[in-house]
């Protein structure tokens, strides 16, 4: 990259010694410590600005004389814009430093908040992927968990509003909970009422206002998680469902993708004073080799150049149903390639296949 500016100072100063009396093209030197301050840093875009000098120098001393009233004046100038932008240059490298160390923190900080899903828990093979954002330096909402209990497994998949300290805060505490609670065996409104709880209230308070009840003090619109927990029973061929306001899951079966819609889904969770006042439960049937995929909005909402936003449902009936792991490499590839290699928004996709009798672990 060092060259271009080089280049530039030598083909410059070369047509402008060539160039009739009445042209002078010692102003365009000006571009080459510009063009290096777009990549180096002020000792590097200081130096190039000093051999623009030279060569302006050279020049003038070629074509009348370097005290040369023009000449005079074109170096004084070449000197001062080199001084402005090696400064901003040290202003860039010292951002570009601060947002390492952002991402650096942030990458660090998700990784021992959002756990790595096991690849085994019972019957069922799981594979799990977290797609980051590349727009910002900031960490996402998205969140998945799984725990296993004695008759079976549980899943949580959501995403928090917003982005920073503040998302992962919420992230960390939904996690938390959903992993303390989800031990106890109760059934899925009271673990849904915990999570509400633990994140937007005290655990140890009263239950979200009904429907009716003045909630203006304690429902902050502003946050809220979107969720989906699902209960898989090892010995029951059927998925328990509480949607709470997030993207259906997707079930995968026989080549034909459904989406498990529940008829009467909750409020996001830190607005549960607005709906009902207890989660209703939907079940469907997951049979062996069923496969169902759980994803937050970054995955649906991710555009292409056109605009056109991501056809999870169509995309997902070409991709592999016997390996998860294989099934979510496949779209992880397949998303990017339509968002152009990155993303606006954080996507997290958690897929979940129940096994034949007496399938390997793998």
């Given at each position: 990259m060092i060259l271009i500016p080089l280049v530039l100072i030598v083909v410059i100063s070369a047509v402008d010694m060539l160039a009739p009396p009445e042209v002078h093209l010692g102003p365009l030197l000006v571009a080459a410590p510009a063009i290096t301050a777009s990549f180096a840093g002020p000792r590097t875009t200081l130096a190039v600005g000093a051999a623009a000098v030279v060569a302006q120098g050279f020049v003038a001393a070629v074509r009348t004389t370097?005290?040369?009233?023009?000449?005079?004046?074109?170096?004084?100038?070449?000197?001062?814009?080199?001084?402005?932008?090696?400064?901003?240059?040290?202003?860039?490298?010292?951002?570009?430093?601060?947002?390492?160390?952002?991402?650096?923190?942030?990458?660090?900080?998700?990784?021992?908040?959002?756990?790595?899903?096991?690849?085994?828990?019972?019957?069922?093979?799981?594979?799990?992927?977290?797609?980051?954002?590349?727009?910002?330096?900031?960490?996402?909402?998205?969140l998945y968990a799984a725990v296993r209990t004695r008759h079976g497994s549980r899943f949580l998949v959501g995403d928090v509003r917003g982005k920073g300290l503040e998302a992962i805060g919420e992230a960390s505490l939904a996690l938390g909970a959903f992993r303390t609670a989800a031990y106890r065996q109760v059934d899925l409104p009271r673990?849904?009422?915990?999570?509400?709880?633990?994140?937007?209230?005290?655990?140890?308070?009263?239950?979200?206002?009904?429907?009716?009840?003045?909630?203006?003090?304690?429902?902050?619109?502003?946050?809220?998680?979107?969720?989906?927990?699902?209960?898989?029973?090892?010995?029951?061929?059927?998925?328990?469902?509480?949607?709470?306001?997030?993207?259906?899951?997707?079930?995968?079966?026989?080549?034909?993708?459904?989406?498990?819609?529940?008829?009467?889904?909750?409020?996001?969770?830190?607005?549960?004073?607005?709906?009902?006042?207890?989660?209703?439960?939907?079940?469907?049937?997951?049979?062996?080799?069923?496969?169902?995929?759980?994803?937050?909005?970054?995955?649906?909402?991710?555009?292409?150049?056109?605009?056109?936003?991501?056809?999870?449902?169509?995309?997902?009936?070409?991709?592999?149903?016997d390996d998860p792991r294989a099934l979510l490499r496949s779209l992880c590839q397949d998303l990017l390639a339509h968002a152009g290699g990155s993303l606006g928004d954080d996507a997290a996709m958690v897929a979940i296949r129940r096994e034949t009798a007496g399938a390997s672990d793998g």
């Amino acid at each position: 990259m060092i060259l271009i500016p080089l280049v530039l100072i030598v083909v410059i100063s070369a047509v402008d010694m060539l160039a009739p009396p009445e042209v002078h093209l010692g102003p365009l030197l000006v571009a080459a410590p510009a063009i290096t301050a777009s990549f180096a840093g002020p000792r590097t875009t200081l130096a190039v600005g000093a051999a623009a000098v030279v060569a302006q120098g050279f020049v003038a001393a070629v074509r009348t004389t370097i005290v040369d009233l023009n000449h005079s004046v074109q170096i004084a100038a070449l000197v001062l814009i080199s001084l402005l932008v090696a400064f901003f240059a040290r202003l860039r490298e010292r951002h570009e430093r601060q947002l390492r160390q952002l991402r650096s923190v942030a990458e660090a900080t998700q990784a021992v908040v959002q756990r790595p899903l096991p690849a085994r828990m019972g019957p069922l093979r799981i594979a799990s992927v977290y797609l980051a954002a590349e727009a910002e330096a900031q960490i996402g909402g998205d969140l998945y968990a799984a725990v296993r209990t004695r008759h079976g497994s549980r899943f949580l998949v959501g995403d928090v509003r917003g982005k920073g300290l503040e998302a992962i805060g919420e992230a960390s505490l939904a996690l938390g909970a959903f992993r303390t609670a989800a031990y106890r065996q109760v059934d899925l409104p009271r673990l849904i009422a915990h999570l509400e709880k633990a994140v937007f209230g005290d655990p140890d308070g009263p239950d979200p206002p009904e429907i009716g009840a003045d909630s203006s003090d304690s429902v902050d619109a502003e946050s809220f998680i979107t969720a989906v927990v699902l209960d898989i029973p090892d010995a029951e061929p059927v998925i328990h469902l509480v949607d709470c306001g997030h993207p259906p899951p997707l079930l995968l079966r026989d080549g034909r993708v459904v989406p498990l819609e529940s008829r009467q889904p909750a409020p996001p969770l830190g607005l549960m004073g607005l709906g009902p006042a207890e989660a209703q439960v939907e079940s469907f049937a997951f049979r062996e080799g069923d496969l169902v995929l759980l994803y937050t909005d970054g995955v649906i909402e991710a555009r292409n150049s056109s605009g056109n936003f991501y056809p999870l449902t169509e995309r997902l009936g070409f991709g592999p149903s016997d390996d998860p792991r294989a099934l979510l490499r496949s779209l992880c590839q397949d998303l990017l390639a339509h968002a152009g290699g990155s993303l606006g928004d954080d996507a997290a996709m958690v897929a979940i296949r129940r096994e034949t009798a007496g399938a390997s672990d793998g």
